[in-house]
């Protein structure tokens, strides 16, 4: 189905489906309910914006190249008719795109809405550690659920989008990430995402899950400071190729809703199994260092609530619900 127009917006998604053909010009007006001038304005703006539009003599405009940007339209070019997605809210720079969510699901923001930003100067991770999120380098994203669940089953869906993550980073680059439990993903031993999952709820029924997605997609080795050089990567580095950031964000968003709708209809046994067969932490000796103890032991496996099983060297199982994972040696 094409796209209606009626403001700058859906001009460049009807632009982008027509493949490279000419738009009629007069077309596109009398389809908003606007003049020719009101259409070569939101051209203008386009163009402004990065986009390449070409004007073709009696037949009308052609989109020949786009910027390398996470707007709605770009977004949505590769997510096509897919219905998880509700609304995108695009910002160039903000703090950090959880706050956003977390207003927007107050204020009645529905199931699939995604809040994306170029750049955020003060990203953080698990345990509010900060989280360097280089402009336009990235894909910084939160998205709001609202699935008829009780809160305890919300953790689960940090194991969601982990193997979400995964598939669409297989999809769009041809590597393979690998999950650190419980909510980092790796390529070639170094980090590459950070997951951080956060609820609104009432004691028996969860209002909203915001699931808080850092990709570090183009970045250089020379992009990230020094305390991280040794740690992180980019799927850029590891594919050995520069990756359209709006096709992996769309990916990402498909399999989430693709693998949220799988564990709402069949429960998490699927998501489980995935997860596991995607882990860099289970079958490896680890030490689970937590606040007040550190376990050592070998990763066994999740329970259903998706808590970490590790058999310590006495034979026992300790489950394991929070803490940092460091290989044992």
């Avoid at 009807?14 to 009629?24: D, I, K, N, Y």
């Avoid at 580095?237 to 990402?252: E, H, K, M």
Wanted: glycine share 8%; charged share 30%; net charge negative.
């Amino acid at each position: 189905m094409e796209t209606k127009v009626k403001d700058k917006d859906s001009l460049l998604r009807r632009l982008m489906e027509a493949g490279g053909e000419p738009v009629s010009g007069q077309m596109l007006a009398d389809e908003a309910g606007v003049s020719r001038t009101a259409v070569w304005k939101w051209v203008r703006e386009l163009e402004e914006e990065g986009y390449t539009v070409r004007s073709v003599r009696k037949k009308g405009y052609v989109l020949e190249a786009s910027p390398d940007l996470l707007t709605p339209a770009l977004i949505r070019k590769y997510l096509k008719d897919d219905p998880f997605v509700s609304n995108i809210i695009h910002f160039e720079s903000v703090g950090s795109t959880m706050p956003i969510a977390h207003r927007e699901a107050h204020d009645g923001a529905t199931d699939g809405t995604v809040i994306v930003a170029e750049e955020q100067t003060e990203g953080r991770g698990r345990l509010a550690r900060p989280w360097s999120s280089t402009a336009g380098k990235g894909i910084w994203m939160s998205v709001i659920l609202k699935p008829d669940i009780p809160p305890h089953r919300a953790p689960q869906f940090t194991l969601i989008a982990a193997v979400s993550i995964c598939r669409a980073i297989r999809e769009t680059a041809e590597v393979e990430a690998r999950i650190k439990w419980p909510n980092d993903l790796l390529i070639g031993g170094r980090k590459v995402t950070g997951i951080l999952t956060e609820l609104q709820a009432d004691p028996d029924r969860v209002q909203a899950i915001i699931i808080g997605i850092g990709i570090n997609v183009n970045q250089e080795p020379e992009d990230f400071p020094d305390e991280l050089a040794d740690i992180a990567t980019s799927v850029r580095i590891q594919s050995g190729q520069r990756v359209d950031r709006a096709a992996l964000a769309a990916a990402v968003l498909r399999n989430i809703g693709f693998y949220s709708r799988i564990y709402l209809e069949e429960g998490f046994a699927p998501i489980k199994m995935l997860w596991e067969e995607n882990s860099d932490t289970i079958g490896r000796k680890v030490n689970a260092v937590m606040m007040r103890e550190t376990v050592t032991g070998t990763a066994v496996g999740i329970t259903e609530e998706g808590v970490l099983e590790i058999r310590t060297e006495d034979g026992s199982i300790r489950g394991i619900y929070s803490a940092d994972i460091e290989p044992a040696e």
